[in-house]
């Protein structure tokens, strides 16, 4: 994947535990460092419990002060404090189905339960929410499998929506 460095991305950490100071934030700095590896600016980190107010003001912030990615770790599971993907929905102005799909279906090959997780990703403004797992592992998986998506559907979000290249096989007008 091409270097991005002007591009720049916020990480946040949904976790009531994370949030209290009774566990270790071990998901965000995983979800940082390959978005660094990927190029991106991290320009800050930051830690929430799950609620759902806090959620949504926290992305809606980092997504209106103009960031390209925002991604939430944690709350996209079952339980009864997994709120981050109604939070997610109610600050973006559309849904990115495919990209939720993409992680979905990467994380089967390493786990059934990856079918489990109920993470959106959507788009606010010029910035791209992704959801993704609590697990470091399960996060990592999930980023990795869009990370060379994100370049393209950033320029098309910056109005650069000319045809690039095709892929193996397919024609420029496919």
């Known amino acids: 994947m091409p270097s991005t460095p002007h591009r720049r991305a916020a990480v946040v950490t949904a976790s009531d535990g994370v949030s209290r100071g009774e566990r270790q934030d071990r998901s965000g700095p995983a979800v ?15 830690v929430v419990a799950d609620e759902r107010g806090d959620i949504a003001d926290c992305l809606r912030r980092h997504a209106d002060a103009g960031l390209d990615v925002v991604a939430v770790t ?3 599971g079952f339980a009864a ?4 993907p109604e939070a997610t929905r109610d600050i973006i102005d559309r849904e990115a189905p495919g990209l ?11 786990t059934p339960m990856a079918d489990l997780s109920r993470g959106v990703c959507g788009i606010r403004g010029r910035t791209i929410v992704l959801n993704l797992p609590g697990s470091p592992k399960g996060a990592r998986e999930s980023l990795e499998s869009v990370l060379d998506l994100l370049p393209h559907a950033l320029d098309l979000l910056a109005g ?3 045809h690039h290249s095709a892929g193996p096989g397919q024609s420029p007008e496919q």
């Open 32 to 46: 940082a460092e390959s978005l660094t590896a990927a190029g991106f600016t991290v320009v800050t980190t930051e």
């Open 160 to 162: 650069d929506t000319a």
């Open 100 to 110: 939720a799909e993409a992680m979905r279906a990467a994380g089967r090959a390493h």
């Open 74 to 76: 944690g709350g996209t």
């Open 81 to 84: 404090r997994d709120i981050t």
